[in-house]
């Protein structure tokens, strides 16, 4: 297995407050996603990095912020959660040659 | 916009059976496609990667094919088995724009002992 660990696993916070997800891989691989995964709408990105403070928009970015001060590591902010970002939350990473992904394991976050 | 397809979303066979999973994309210039395989309340776990200069690619039981001209991949499981059952995504990267996947919503397979 790809060596990606995602914290928490599961969070319920309320309407309003911030969330910080963690992804941290030890591969050392270039890039790394953020994805949500809903029902009806599968997976969509919602930001990505290409390298250390290197990153750019996905399709549904809106309400979301990323950082990455480190290779290994690549956080997902929700600023004020809202009850839409219910979902479940996928980090990836890829190298830069085969761009093939790997997935951690995922966050279950409720926003209530 | 490139949009992926998976038909059927659901699909039951008995075990032992030979069965095709389906994959349709809009937009021929891709740089690769993927296939994953899901688990309940599991992460994705990466099957096959094919690139686009390649027609197929195969690990034990399973056979990935791309045809880009037509805008098809298929997923050949030979022998199927219970552990099989998950739902399968494929995913496409765009040429120009290959670091980014784009998801099918997935085909969930039923292998029935």
Redesign the interface.
Same mark, same amino acid.
């Given at each position: 297995d790809a060596g990606i660990t995602q914290s928490p696993r599961h969070k319920v916070t309320e309407t309003g407050t911030p969330v910080t997800l963690r992804c941290h891989q030890t591969e050392n691989h270039r890039?790394m @996603?953020w994805y949500r995964q809903d029902p009806?709408?599968?997976?969509?990105?919602i930001h @990505?990095s290409?390298g250390v403070k290197d990153t750019d928009k996905?399709e549904v970015s809106d309400g979301y912020s990323v950082s990455r001060s480190k290779t290994e590591d690549f956080l997902l902010t929700l600023e004020s959660a809202t009850s839409s970002q219910t979902s479940v939350y996928?980090c990836?990473i890829?190298p830069?040659d085969?761009?093939?992904?790997?997935?951690?394991?995922?966050t279950r976050l409720t926003v209530t | 916009k490139q949009e992926v397809t998976q038909i059927p979303a659901a699909l039951s066979v008995p075990e032992g059976e030979n069965l095709v999973l389906n994959c349709s994309f809009t937009d021929s210039a891709i740089?690769?496609l993927?296939w /994953?395989r899901q688990d309940p309340g599991?992460?994705?776990?990466?099957l096959l990667?094919i690139?686009s200069s390649q027609r197929e690619q195969t690990s034990g039981r399973l056979n990935a094919s791309l045809d880009k001209s037509s805008g098809r991949s298929t997923l050949y499981i030979a022998a199927s088995q219970p552990g099989d059952s998950a739902t399968y995504?494929c995913?496409v990267?765009a040429q120009g724009g290959?670091?980014?996947?784009v /998801?099918?919503?997935?085909t969930k397979l039923t292998v029935n002992p």
């Open positions: 890039y @996603y009806g709408h599968g997976l969509r990105l @990505y290409y996905g996928f990836a890829s830069d085969s761009y093939e992904q790997y997935f951690g394991p995922g | 740089y690769n993927q /994953f599991k992460g994705l776990t990466s990667l690139q995504l995913a990267a290959s670091e980014k996947l /998801f099918g919503k997935g």
